[in-house]
Protein backbone atom coordinates (compact mmCIF):
# COMPACT_ATOMS: atom_id res chain seq x y z
CA UNK A 1 0.00 0.00 0.00
CA UNK A 2 1.42 3.09 -0.80
CA UNK A 3 2.64 5.62 2.05
CA UNK A 4 -0.24 8.13 3.32
CA UNK A 5 0.02 11.45 4.11
CA UNK A 6 2.23 12.30 6.91
CA UNK A 7 0.46 13.46 10.21
CA UNK A 8 0.91 17.61 10.24
CA UNK A 9 0.62 18.55 13.66
CA UNK A 10 -2.32 21.03 14.55
CA UNK A 11 -1.70 25.04 15.09
CA UNK A 12 -3.07 27.15 17.12
CA UNK A 13 -6.67 29.25 15.93
CA UNK A 14 -7.25 32.29 15.77
CA UNK A 15 -9.95 32.04 17.40
CA UNK A 16 -11.66 35.88 17.38
CA UNK A 17 -11.95 35.03 13.19
CA UNK A 18 -13.79 32.03 13.53
CA UNK A 19 -16.12 33.84 15.77
CA UNK A 20 -16.18 36.96 13.22
CA UNK A 21 -17.24 33.69 10.82
CA UNK A 22 -20.25 32.58 12.96
CA UNK A 23 -21.15 36.03 12.89
CA UNK A 24 -21.47 36.75 9.22
CA UNK A 25 -22.81 33.35 8.58
CA UNK A 26 -25.59 34.56 11.47
CA UNK A 27 -26.08 38.11 9.44
CA UNK A 28 -26.39 35.96 6.02
CA UNK A 29 -29.63 33.86 7.44
CA UNK A 30 -31.06 37.17 8.47
CA UNK A 31 -30.05 38.36 5.32
CA UNK A 32 -31.81 35.62 3.51
CA UNK A 33 -34.66 35.63 5.54
CA UNK A 34 -35.45 39.20 4.84
CA UNK A 35 -34.63 38.78 1.00
CA UNK A 36 -38.02 37.24 1.18
CA UNK A 37 -39.63 40.32 1.65
CA UNK A 38 -37.61 42.44 -0.75
CA UNK A 39 -38.40 44.09 -4.32
CA UNK A 40 -34.57 44.29 -4.97
CA UNK A 41 -31.42 45.16 -4.10
CA UNK A 42 -32.33 48.81 -3.33
CA UNK A 43 -35.13 47.96 -0.94
CA UNK A 44 -33.30 45.01 0.88
CA UNK A 45 -32.96 45.08 4.60
CA UNK A 46 -29.37 44.27 5.74
CA UNK A 47 -28.77 45.82 2.78
CA UNK A 48 -25.21 44.31 1.89
CA UNK A 49 -25.77 41.71 3.32
CA UNK A 50 -24.37 39.94 0.19
CA UNK A 51 -20.91 40.93 1.26
CA UNK A 52 -20.36 38.41 3.71
CA UNK A 53 -19.54 36.66 0.96
CA UNK A 54 -16.59 38.37 0.44
CA UNK A 55 -15.55 38.87 3.43
CA UNK A 56 -15.83 35.34 3.66
CA UNK A 57 -12.96 35.16 1.31
CA UNK A 58 -10.47 37.05 3.00
CA UNK A 59 -11.05 35.04 5.99
CA UNK A 60 -10.24 31.80 3.56
CA UNK A 61 -7.23 33.51 2.09
CA UNK A 62 -5.52 34.36 5.69
CA UNK A 63 -6.80 31.39 7.08
CA UNK A 64 -5.68 28.83 4.07
CA UNK A 65 -2.06 30.84 4.37
CA UNK A 66 -1.60 30.50 7.64
CA UNK A 67 -2.47 26.82 7.61
CA UNK A 68 -0.13 25.78 4.88
CA UNK A 69 2.41 28.22 3.91
CA UNK A 70 4.77 26.49 5.70
CA UNK A 71 4.02 23.34 4.94
CA UNK A 72 4.87 22.42 1.68
CA UNK A 73 7.97 20.39 2.23
CA UNK A 74 5.93 18.04 4.16
CA UNK A 75 3.09 17.87 2.14
CA UNK A 76 2.29 16.95 -1.65
CA UNK A 77 -0.44 18.70 -3.34
CA UNK A 78 -2.63 15.47 -3.13
CA UNK A 79 -2.20 15.95 0.24
CA UNK A 80 -3.80 19.30 0.63
CA UNK A 81 -6.49 18.66 -1.81
CA UNK A 82 -7.57 15.97 0.37
CA UNK A 83 -7.39 18.19 3.46
CA UNK A 84 -9.55 20.53 1.81
CA UNK A 85 -12.02 17.90 0.41
CA UNK A 86 -12.11 16.05 3.73
CA UNK A 87 -12.73 19.78 5.93
CA UNK A 88 -15.40 20.83 3.36
CA UNK A 89 -16.94 18.53 1.34
CA UNK A 90 -19.25 16.55 4.19
CA UNK A 91 -20.97 19.86 4.61
CA UNK A 92 -21.86 20.04 0.68
CA UNK A 93 -23.16 16.52 0.31
CA UNK A 94 -25.48 17.09 3.94
CA UNK A 95 -26.40 20.78 2.54
CA UNK A 96 -27.73 19.44 -1.01
CA UNK A 97 -29.45 16.51 0.83
CA UNK A 98 -31.16 18.83 2.70
CA UNK A 99 -32.05 20.43 -0.17
CA UNK A 100 -33.31 17.89 -1.53
CA UNK A 101 -35.71 17.14 1.25
CA UNK A 102 -37.20 20.51 0.80
CA UNK A 103 -37.39 20.72 -2.57
CA UNK A 104 -40.89 20.17 -3.52
CA UNK A 105 -41.80 22.32 0.14
CA UNK A 106 -39.95 25.27 -1.77
CA UNK A 107 -42.81 25.36 -4.47
CA UNK A 108 -43.06 29.26 -4.07
CA UNK A 109 -44.59 31.22 -7.16
CA UNK A 110 -41.65 32.34 -9.24
CA UNK A 111 -40.30 28.18 -9.11
CA UNK A 112 -42.42 27.28 -11.22
CA UNK A 113 -40.41 24.55 -12.39
CA UNK A 114 -40.58 22.78 -8.92
CA UNK A 115 -43.48 21.33 -9.51
CA UNK A 116 -42.56 20.19 -12.87
CA UNK A 117 -39.61 18.04 -11.99
CA UNK A 118 -39.83 14.98 -12.10
CA UNK A 119 -38.03 12.39 -9.15
CA UNK A 120 -35.71 10.94 -11.05
CA UNK A 121 -34.49 14.51 -12.51
CA UNK A 122 -34.44 15.65 -8.85
CA UNK A 123 -32.05 12.59 -8.06
CA UNK A 124 -29.75 13.97 -10.76
CA UNK A 125 -29.38 17.23 -9.66
CA UNK A 126 -28.95 15.91 -6.06
CA UNK A 127 -26.12 13.68 -7.41
CA UNK A 128 -24.41 16.26 -9.06
CA UNK A 129 -25.03 18.80 -6.23
CA UNK A 130 -23.10 16.20 -4.03
CA UNK A 131 -19.95 16.04 -6.15
CA UNK A 132 -19.69 19.86 -6.49
CA UNK A 133 -20.86 19.64 -10.22
CA UNK A 134 -22.16 22.98 -11.49
CA UNK A 135 -25.43 22.31 -13.23
CA UNK A 136 -25.69 25.07 -16.37
CA UNK A 137 -29.00 26.93 -16.68
CA UNK A 138 -30.33 24.20 -19.43
CA UNK A 139 -30.26 22.12 -15.92
CA UNK A 140 -32.28 24.38 -13.62
CA UNK A 141 -35.02 22.72 -12.11
CA UNK A 142 -36.32 25.96 -9.49
CA UNK A 143 -36.16 28.75 -11.51
CA UNK A 144 -33.21 30.85 -10.24
CA UNK A 145 -30.69 29.25 -12.90
CA UNK A 146 -28.36 28.43 -9.83
CA UNK A 147 -25.51 26.13 -10.12
CA UNK A 148 -27.29 23.79 -7.56
CA UNK A 149 -30.85 23.98 -7.57
CA UNK A 150 -31.30 22.51 -4.13
CA UNK A 151 -29.13 24.67 -2.34
CA UNK A 152 -28.68 28.08 -3.73
CA UNK A 153 -25.51 29.05 -0.88
CA UNK A 154 -23.56 26.08 -2.41
CA UNK A 155 -22.05 28.79 -5.66
CA UNK A 156 -19.44 30.48 -3.44
CA UNK A 157 -18.20 26.84 -2.01
CA UNK A 158 -17.64 26.47 -5.63
CA UNK A 159 -15.43 29.27 -6.06
CA UNK A 160 -13.90 28.51 -2.79
CA UNK A 161 -12.45 25.15 -4.15
CA UNK A 162 -11.09 27.08 -7.37
CA UNK A 163 -9.01 28.98 -4.97
CA UNK A 164 -7.72 26.21 -3.32
CA UNK A 165 -6.89 24.92 -6.17
CA UNK A 166 -5.21 27.97 -7.43
CA UNK A 167 -3.24 28.41 -4.65
CA UNK A 168 -2.23 24.44 -4.74
CA UNK A 169 -1.05 24.33 -7.89
CA UNK A 170 0.54 28.15 -8.59
CA UNK A 171 0.03 30.76 -6.07
CA UNK A 172 1.27 29.44 -3.45
CA UNK A 173 5.14 29.55 -4.84
CA UNK A 174 4.53 33.73 -5.34
CA UNK A 175 6.34 35.59 -4.11
CA UNK A 176 5.31 38.26 -1.94
CA UNK A 177 6.13 40.97 -4.84
CA UNK A 178 4.46 38.45 -7.27
CA UNK A 179 1.07 38.19 -4.78
CA UNK A 180 0.81 41.72 -4.58
CA UNK A 181 1.49 42.31 -8.47
CA UNK A 182 -2.03 40.07 -8.78
CA UNK A 183 -3.83 41.17 -5.97
CA UNK A 184 -3.53 44.93 -7.08
CA UNK A 185 -4.53 43.56 -10.91
CA UNK A 186 -7.80 41.83 -9.30
CA UNK A 187 -8.35 44.70 -7.35
CA UNK A 188 -9.32 46.33 -11.09
CA UNK A 189 -11.79 43.71 -11.36
CA UNK A 190 -13.49 44.18 -7.92
CA UNK A 191 -13.54 48.03 -9.15
CA UNK A 192 -14.80 47.13 -12.25
CA UNK A 193 -17.81 45.04 -11.10
CA UNK A 194 -18.79 47.23 -8.11
CA UNK A 195 -18.85 50.94 -10.56
CA UNK A 196 -20.46 48.80 -13.40
CA UNK A 197 -17.70 50.21 -15.91
CA UNK A 198 -18.30 46.67 -17.85
CA UNK A 199 -14.52 47.05 -19.31
CA UNK A 200 -14.98 43.41 -20.75
CA UNK A 201 -19.07 43.87 -22.13
CA UNK A 202 -20.05 40.76 -19.29
CA UNK A 203 -22.29 42.91 -17.18
CA UNK A 204 -25.14 43.82 -19.68
CA UNK A 205 -27.38 40.89 -18.28
CA UNK A 206 -27.31 42.26 -14.92
CA UNK A 207 -29.24 45.44 -14.79
CA UNK A 208 -31.49 44.37 -11.01
CA UNK A 209 -27.60 44.63 -9.58
CA UNK A 210 -25.63 47.37 -10.70
CA UNK A 211 -23.70 48.95 -8.46
CA UNK A 212 -23.41 45.80 -6.56
CA UNK A 213 -21.18 42.94 -6.30
CA UNK A 214 -24.05 40.63 -6.27
CA UNK A 215 -23.71 37.78 -8.74
CA UNK A 216 -21.41 34.66 -9.17
CA UNK A 217 -23.78 32.03 -8.36
CA UNK A 218 -24.47 30.63 -12.22
CA UNK A 219 -23.25 29.50 -14.93
CA UNK A 220 -24.04 31.84 -18.28
CA UNK A 221 -20.88 34.56 -18.41
CA UNK A 222 -22.00 37.80 -16.39
CA UNK A 223 -21.96 35.14 -13.29
CA UNK A 224 -18.73 33.33 -14.48
CA UNK A 225 -16.94 36.88 -14.55
CA UNK A 226 -18.55 38.05 -11.02
CA UNK A 227 -17.64 35.07 -9.40
CA UNK A 228 -14.32 35.58 -10.90
CA UNK A 229 -13.78 39.13 -9.83
CA UNK A 230 -15.26 38.46 -6.18
CA UNK A 231 -12.90 35.74 -5.54
CA UNK A 232 -9.30 36.61 -6.93
CA UNK A 233 -8.85 39.65 -4.77
CA UNK A 234 -10.21 38.88 -1.16
CA UNK A 235 -9.20 35.45 -0.71
CA UNK A 236 -5.41 36.04 -2.30
CA UNK A 237 -5.40 40.00 -0.99
CA UNK A 238 -6.56 37.31 2.68
CA UNK A 239 -3.15 35.29 1.35
CA UNK A 240 -1.37 38.20 0.68
CA UNK A 241 -2.41 40.22 4.04
CA UNK A 242 -1.30 37.13 6.07
CA UNK A 243 2.46 36.58 5.12
CA UNK A 244 2.22 40.47 5.21
CA UNK A 245 2.79 39.49 9.40
CA UNK A 246 3.30 43.06 10.57
CA UNK A 247 0.37 44.67 9.06
CA UNK A 248 -2.00 43.31 12.17
CA UNK A 249 -3.71 45.29 14.66
CA UNK A 250 -3.92 44.93 17.66
CA UNK A 251 -7.06 46.30 19.47
CA UNK A 252 -5.64 44.95 23.07
CA UNK A 253 -9.10 44.43 24.03
CA UNK A 254 -12.79 43.89 22.92
CA UNK A 255 -11.16 43.00 19.74
CA UNK A 256 -14.00 40.18 19.15
CA UNK A 257 -16.42 42.64 19.91
CA UNK A 258 -15.30 45.58 18.37
CA UNK A 259 -14.76 43.43 14.86
CA UNK A 260 -18.58 42.04 15.19
CA UNK A 261 -19.99 45.18 15.47
CA UNK A 262 -17.95 46.61 12.29
CA UNK A 263 -18.66 43.16 10.28
CA UNK A 264 -22.40 43.90 11.52
CA UNK A 265 -22.45 47.38 10.29
CA UNK A 266 -20.56 47.00 6.63
CA UNK A 267 -23.59 44.78 5.88
CA UNK A 268 -27.04 45.83 7.69
CA UNK A 269 -25.68 49.78 6.02
CA UNK A 270 -28.89 50.41 3.62
CA UNK A 271 -28.41 51.13 -0.13
CA UNK A 272 -26.50 54.16 -0.94
CA UNK A 273 -27.26 56.71 -4.04
CA UNK A 274 -30.96 56.33 -4.56
CA UNK A 275 -31.63 56.09 -8.42
CA UNK A 276 -29.49 58.95 -9.36
CA UNK A 277 -26.04 58.68 -7.55
CA UNK A 278 -25.86 54.83 -7.80
CA UNK A 279 -22.32 54.65 -8.11
CA UNK A 280 -21.99 55.96 -4.45
CA UNK A 281 -23.51 52.46 -3.61
CA UNK A 282 -20.58 50.83 -6.20
CA UNK A 283 -17.69 53.08 -4.56
CA UNK A 284 -19.05 51.97 -1.21
CA UNK A 285 -18.49 47.99 -2.03
CA UNK A 286 -15.42 49.00 -3.06
CA UNK A 287 -14.45 50.56 0.21
CA UNK A 288 -15.56 48.03 2.15
CA UNK A 289 -13.89 45.12 0.34
CA UNK A 290 -10.58 46.41 -0.81
CA UNK A 291 -9.88 48.07 2.88
CA UNK A 292 -12.06 47.91 5.32
CA UNK A 293 -12.71 43.48 5.26
CA UNK A 294 -8.95 43.30 5.40
CA UNK A 295 -8.46 45.68 7.78
CA UNK A 296 -10.96 43.59 10.73
CA UNK A 297 -9.11 40.25 9.38
CA UNK A 298 -5.57 41.77 10.70
CA UNK A 299 -7.39 43.33 13.65
CA UNK A 300 -9.11 40.20 14.25
CA UNK A 301 -5.83 38.28 13.54
CA UNK A 302 -3.84 40.71 16.25
CA UNK A 303 -6.30 40.87 18.78
CA UNK A 304 -6.05 39.08 22.03
CA UNK A 305 -8.91 37.24 23.15
CA UNK A 306 -10.21 37.69 27.10
CA UNK A 307 -12.32 35.63 28.89
CA UNK A 308 -14.07 32.20 29.07
CA UNK A 309 -17.00 33.71 27.99
CA UNK A 310 -15.76 35.12 24.89
CA UNK A 311 -13.72 32.62 24.05
CA UNK A 312 -16.41 30.20 24.57
CA UNK A 313 -18.88 32.24 22.46
CA UNK A 314 -16.10 32.19 19.56
CA UNK A 315 -15.66 28.76 19.63
CA UNK A 316 -19.32 27.72 19.34
CA UNK A 317 -19.51 30.68 16.42
CA UNK A 318 -16.59 29.06 14.79
CA UNK A 319 -18.32 25.60 14.80
CA UNK A 320 -21.55 26.39 13.22
CA UNK A 321 -20.30 28.96 11.07
CA UNK A 322 -19.55 26.74 8.14
CA UNK A 323 -22.41 24.06 8.49
CA UNK A 324 -24.76 27.22 8.96
CA UNK A 325 -23.68 28.72 6.01
CA UNK A 326 -24.24 25.54 3.82
CA UNK A 327 -27.07 23.98 5.31
CA UNK A 328 -29.77 27.33 5.80
CA UNK A 329 -30.50 28.15 2.55
CA UNK A 330 -33.45 25.31 1.45
CA UNK A 331 -35.65 26.67 4.27
CA UNK A 332 -35.20 30.31 2.90
CA UNK A 333 -36.95 28.50 0.15
CA UNK A 334 -39.69 27.24 2.05
CA UNK A 335 -39.79 30.60 3.95
CA UNK A 336 -40.28 32.16 0.57
CA UNK A 337 -42.83 29.68 -0.40
CA UNK A 338 -45.18 29.93 2.94
CA UNK A 339 -44.82 34.01 2.54
CA UNK A 340 -46.23 34.17 -0.94
CA UNK A 341 -48.96 31.62 0.37
CA UNK A 342 -49.73 33.58 2.92
CA UNK A 343 -48.83 37.03 2.06
CA UNK A 344 -52.17 38.35 4.00
CA UNK A 345 -50.93 37.22 7.44
CA UNK A 346 -50.60 38.93 10.12
CA UNK A 347 -47.10 40.48 10.62
CA UNK A 348 -46.31 39.17 13.78
CA UNK A 349 -47.23 35.70 12.02
CA UNK A 350 -44.66 36.51 9.39
CA UNK A 351 -41.73 37.16 12.09
CA UNK A 352 -42.70 33.96 14.23
CA UNK A 353 -41.77 32.28 10.77
CA UNK A 354 -39.10 33.79 9.83
CA UNK A 355 -37.84 33.51 13.35
CA UNK A 356 -38.09 29.98 13.93
CA UNK A 357 -36.70 28.93 10.65
CA UNK A 358 -33.55 31.71 12.16
CA UNK A 359 -33.71 29.41 15.11
CA UNK A 360 -34.06 25.88 13.13
CA UNK A 361 -31.36 26.94 11.28
CA UNK A 362 -28.55 27.71 13.98
CA UNK A 363 -29.92 24.19 15.59
CA UNK A 364 -29.41 22.08 12.52
CA UNK A 365 -26.05 23.32 11.55
CA UNK A 366 -25.20 22.97 15.29
CA UNK A 367 -26.34 19.24 14.81
CA UNK A 368 -25.09 18.42 11.83
CA UNK A 369 -21.62 19.65 12.85
CA UNK A 370 -22.01 17.11 16.03
CA UNK A 371 -23.71 14.65 14.64
CA UNK A 372 -22.16 14.03 11.28
CA UNK A 373 -19.59 16.18 9.71
CA UNK A 374 -16.68 15.69 12.92
CA UNK A 375 -17.12 11.91 13.04
CA UNK A 376 -17.19 12.07 9.16
CA UNK A 377 -14.01 13.87 8.98
CA UNK A 378 -12.61 11.77 11.76
CA UNK A 379 -13.08 8.92 9.82
CA UNK A 380 -12.09 10.12 6.38
CA UNK A 381 -8.74 11.56 8.31
CA UNK A 382 -8.06 8.41 10.22
CA UNK A 383 -8.64 6.45 6.58
CA UNK A 384 -7.05 8.81 4.11
CA UNK A 385 -4.41 11.15 6.25
CA UNK A 386 -2.40 9.39 8.42
CA UNK A 387 0.46 6.94 7.66
CA UNK A 388 -0.54 2.84 7.30
Request: glycine share 8%.
Amino acid sequence: MAAEAIPLASKPRFEILDGLRGVAAMLVVVFHLFETYSSGPADQIINHGYLAVDFFFVLSGFVIGYAYDDRWGRMSTWDFFKRRLIRLQPMVVLGTLIGAFWFYFGAAPGFELVMQTPWWKLLLIMILGCIMFPTPPSMDIRGWKEINSLNGAQWSLLWEYIANILYALVVRRFSRVALGVMVALSAFLTIDVAMDLDVFGLLKARSYARYTVIGGFGLTPDQIYIGICRLLYPFFGGLLLYRLGKLRINLKSGGMLWCSLAVAATLAVPHIGGETHQWLNGLYCVVIILFVYPAIVAAGAGSPLKGRKTTAVCKFLGLISYPLYITHYPMIYVQMNWAARHADAPLGTHIWVAVSIFAASIAVAYASVKVYDLPIRAWLSARFLRKS
